[in-house]
C-alpha cells in the first residue's frame, strides 16, 4: 500500500535573516511538493516580501507581534517571532496535524534579546518536549558527524566531554541508523580529542580516561563502536563508506570536514525528540538578508530528509 505523503510543518526562523527567503524558495521547489505536504509557520509581512505569488501550500500567521522587523539585524521581536513559531510548529505535531518539522535558522542574539532563557532550537525542543537526551546529528550526504559539545568555547570541551555524554549519544546515533538509515549493524567511529587521539597519551589523558571506558561500556552493550581515532583518519575513511556516523569531539572538528564535502547538502538533525526535527546547517546569514543571494539548497536537503526520515519511523 502507497504511504501518503507526510505533512511538514517549516518554520521560517528568524525573519530579520534569509529564513523567509529560502523558506519561499523551498516552497516553489517541486522535490519539495513531490516528497511532502509543507506547513509553513512565520511572519506574514516578512513572507510578503518573498512570496509572490503565494505557493499552493497551507501558511501558518504568527499572531500578535511586531511586524516591522529590520532586516539583517538581531532584535527582541525577531527572537520572539522565532519562539513563537516552534511553539505553533510544536503543538501542530502534537495534535498529530503533522509528523516532522524543519526550522529554518534562528539567530542566537535575538534569542537571549527575547530572553528565551536556550542558546538555541536544539536545546529549547529538548525543554519543550521535556526530552532529557539529545543530541545534534550534522549530514552532508553520506558523511555523518554527531556533535558531542556543541556551541561552547574550546576551552570547556574536555570538561563537558564525560562518560556519560559519549554513551547517551553514541546509544543515540545506534538507533538513528538502525531506525532511520534501516542498516541492522551500525557501523560508528568515535573521533578522540586530541591530535592523533591523544598519540598514547603523549598529547592528552582523555582518549584514555574519558573515551576507552566509555566505548568498551557500549560495546558490552552490543553496540559496535571504533575509536577513539583521530578524527582526520575517520573523516577520509567515512568518505570511503567505511563508517555510517563520527562522533565529533566538538563544533568545528565536525563541521568543517562536512562542509568541505558537501556544503549545499548540509543538514542538522536533533536525535532523542519525539518527532523528526531537521534544520539547514547554516546561519540566518544577516549580511545577505532581503538581497536574493541566500541558496535554498541546504533547506530543501532538511526537507528533504524530514520526509523520508518521517516514514521512515511509521
Known amino acids: 500500500m502507497k504511504l501518503m505523503k507526510p505533512r511538514i510543518v517549516v518554520t521560517a526562523g528568524d525573519p530579520a535573516g534569509i529564513g523567509p527567503e ?44 511586531k511586524k516591522d522587523f529590520p532586516l539583517g539585524q538581531p532584535s527582541p521581536e ?46 529549547w525542543l529538548a525543554q519543550e518536549t521535556r526530552t532529557a537526551s539529545v543530541a545534534m546529528l550534522m549530514v552532508a550526504g553520506q558523511m555523518r558527524a554527531l556533535l558531542l559539545t556543541r556551541h561552547v568555547p574550546i576551552s570547556q570541551v574536555s570538561r563537558r566531554l564525560t562518560s556519560r555524554v559519549i554513551q547517551e549519544a553514541a546509544v543515540l546515533a545506534h538507533a538513528f541508523i538502525k531506525n532511520s538509515l534501516g542498516k541492522s549493524r551500525p557501523r560508528i567511529a568515535a573521533c578522540g580529542l586530541n591530535p592523533h587521539a591523544g598519540d598514547g597519551g603523549l598529547l592528552g589523558m582523555e582518549e584514555k580516561k574519558v573515551y576507552e ?9 552490543g553496540i559496535l563502536i571504533i575509536g577513539p581515532r583521530p578524527a582526520d583518519t575517520v573523516f577520509r575513511e567515512m568518505a570511503e563508506k567505511r563508517y555510517d556516523l563520527a562522533l565529533a569531539a566538538y563544533h ?40 536574493g543571494e541566500a541558496d535554498a539548497a541546504p533547506l530543501i536537503e532538511a526537507i528533504r530528509l524530514a520526509a523520508e526520515y518521517s516514514c521512515a519511523s511509521r
Open 252 to 291: 568545528d572538528q565536525g563541521m568543517i570536514p562536512l562542509k568541505l564535502h558537501a556544503p549545499r547538502q548540509l543538514v542538522n538533525i536533533t536525535l532523542g525528540l519525539p518527532f523528526v526535527r531537521t534544520s539547514p546547517g547554516h546561519g540566518t546569514a544577516y549580511d545577505i538578508a532581503g538581497k
Open 22 to 65: 529560502i523558506v519561499a524558495a523551498a516552497m516553489k521547489d517541486p522535490k519539495v511538493l513531490a516528497c511532502c505536504d509543507p506547513i509553513v509557520i512565520g511572519d506574514p509581512v516578512a513572507f510578503a516580501r518573498h512570496l509572490r505569488p503565494l505557493p499552493k501550500v497551507e501558511m501558518v500567521p504568527v499572531p500578535g507581534l
Open 78 to 123: 525577531a527572537g520572539r517571532s522565532a519562539l513563537e513559531s516552534l511553539r505553533l510548529a510544536v503543538g501542530l505535531i502534537g495534535s498529530r496535524q503533522a509528523q516532522a518539522m524543519v526550522t529554518a535558522p534562528v539567530s542566537k542574539e535575538s534569542l537571549h534579546l527575547a530572553a528565551a532563557g536556550v542558546p538555541g532550537h536544539t536545546e
Open 213 to 221: 571506558p566509555a566505548l568498551s561500556a557500549l560495546r558490552k552493550r
